[in-house]
C-alpha cells in the first residue's frame, strides 16, 4: 500500500515544478484582480464557447452525462471569475485545484483534451485583455492567466501520469523502479510498431 505521506510529497514536487517552470508567483493573481471588471464581462461568452467547443467534438462530448452542460457552464463561470478575483498563491487554492483535478481524471478528461482546451482558453483571453489593455499591460494579464490556467492543467495531468503508474503498481505489486522499465519497454515497442513501418 502507498503511504501517503509520499503522495503528498509526489504532489508538492509536481505542483514546485509547474510553479518555477510557468514563473508563476502571487504577483500575477495580483495581476488578474487588476482585470477582475474586464473579465465579468466575457466570462459568460468564454464559458460557452469552452463548451460548445467540447460538444462539437465526439471524444470530448461523450466525456458529459445527459443534462449536465448548465451545471458545467455554472462551474466554469465561477472558476474563472474566482482566479481573477479572490485567488492566491496559498495552500487553500492549490489544495482546491488538486480536488478539480482529480474531479477530471475521475470522469476520463485525459491531458491532451485539458491542454487543448487550455490553449483554445487562452486564445480568448488573449484577445480579451489585449482590447481591453492594450498590447503591453493586456499581454502582462494574459501571461499571468496562462501561468495559473496551465498550472490547473498540468497539475491535473501530472495527476492522472501518477495515479496511473501508482494503480499499476498496487495490482500488480511491481516497485517504481520495474514499472518505470516496463513503460519505457512499451514505449519501444510502441514507436516501433508506429513510426518503423
Ligand atoms: C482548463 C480546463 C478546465 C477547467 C479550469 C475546468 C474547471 C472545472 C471546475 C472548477 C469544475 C468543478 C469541480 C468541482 O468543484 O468538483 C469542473 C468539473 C468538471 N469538468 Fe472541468 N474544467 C476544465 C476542463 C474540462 C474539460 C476539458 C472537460 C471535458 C472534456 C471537463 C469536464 C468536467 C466535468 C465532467 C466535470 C464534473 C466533474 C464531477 O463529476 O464532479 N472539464 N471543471
Do not use: C
Amino acid at each position: 500500500m502507498t503511504d501517503a505521506s509520499e503522495v503528498k510529497q509526489k504532489f508538492e514536487e509536481g505542483l514546485n515544478t509547474i510553479r518555477a517552470l510557468t514563473g508563476l508567483t502571487q504577483a500575477d493573481f495580483d495581476t488578474l484582480k487588476e482585470a477582475a471588471p474586464q473579465a465579468a464581462e466575457w466570462v459568460d461568452e468564454l464559458v460557452k464557447l469552452f463548451y460548445d467547443t467540447l460538444f462539437a467534438h465526439p471524444r470530448t462530448a461523450a466525456i458529459f452525462r445527459e443534462g449536465e452542460r448548465a451545471e458545467r457552464e455554472k462551474t466554469l463561470r465561477n472558476w474563472v471569475l474566482h482566479i481573477f478575483t479572490e485567488a492566491n498563491d496559498n495552500d487553500e487554492f492549490w489544495k482546491e485545484q488538486a480536488r478539480i483535478a482529480f474531479a477530471h481524471i475521475r470522469r476520463h478528461v485525459t491531458n491532451e483534451i485539458m491542454v487543448g482546451i487550455a490553449v483554445k482558453t487562452l486564445e480568448f483571453v488573449h484577445g480579451k485583455v489585449i482590447e481591453a489593455f492594450g498590447p503591453e499591460k493586456g499581454s502582462q494579464v494574459a501571461i499571468s492567466f496562462a501561468r495559473v490556467l496551465f498550472s490547473v492543467v498540468g497539475l491535473t495531468a501530472h495527476g492522472y501520469d501518477a495515479m496511473s503508474t501508482l494503480a499499476f503498481m498496487e495490482s500488480t505489486g511491481a516497485d517504481a523502479d520495474l514499472t518505470d522499465m516496463l513503460i519505457q519497454q512499451s514505449v519501444n515497442t510502441i514507436q516501433d510498431m508506429l513510426l518503423d513501418e
